[in-house]
C-alpha cells in the first residue's frame, strides 16, 4: 500500500498552464504505475494519463493528449502531471493513483488500488 498526497492545483484562465504533482509514501514506489484522473461535478471520476513504473511507457486519454503530459521521478517518490492550454472543461478535481504493477498501465479506476484526497483544478474562461 502507498499513501498518495497531491498539490499544485488552483484557479488559471483559459489557456494557461498549471503542474500537479503527486508525493508518495512508501519504499517500493518504483514498482508501481501510476496514474491520473479527474472528477468534474456531477460526472465520473475519467482517467487522464497513466506512467510506468519506469517512466519509460505513458498513455493519455483522447481529451488530454497533446497537452498534458505525466512524469516521475522514483528519487523523489513523485509523479507530476505538466497540464498546458488549459480548457474550461478540465476544471475538475486531479486524483493520482498507484497500481502494483509492473507491466501494464491501466485506465479503469477499479485497477487502481490506492487514491490522494485529490486537487481542485479550476480554468477559467
Known amino acids: 500500500q502507498v499513501q498518495l498526497v497531491e498539490s499544485g492545483g488552483g484557479l488559471v484562465q483559459a489557456g494557461g498552464s498549471l503542474r500537479l504533482s503527486c508525493a508518495a509514501s512508501?519504499?517500493?514506489?518504483?514498482?508501481?504505475?501510476m496514474g491520473w484522473f479527474r472528477q468534474a461535478p456531477g460526472k465520473e471520476r475519467e482517467f487522464a494519463a497513466a506512467i510506468s513504473w519506469s517512466g519509460g511507457r505513458t498513455y493519455y486519454a483522447d481529451s488530454v493528449k497533446g497537452r498534458f503530459t505525466i512524469s516521475r521521478d522514483n528519487a523523489k517518490n513523485t509523479v507530476y502531471l505538466q497540464m498546458n492550454s488549459l480548457k474550461p472543461e478540465d476544471t475538475a478535481v486531479y486524483y493520482c493513483?498507484?497500481?502494483?504493477?509492473?507491466?501494464?498501465?491501466?485506465?479503469?479506476?477499479?485497477?487502481?488500488?490506492?487514491w490522494g484526497r485529490g486537487t481542485q483544478v479550476t480554468v477559467s474562461s
Open positions: 493513483a498507484a497500481r502494483r504493477d509492473i507491466v501494464r498501465l491501466a485506465t479503469s479506476v477499479d485497477e487502481y488500488a490506492d
Open positions: 512508501g519504499r517500493t514506489f518504483s514498482t508501481y504505475a
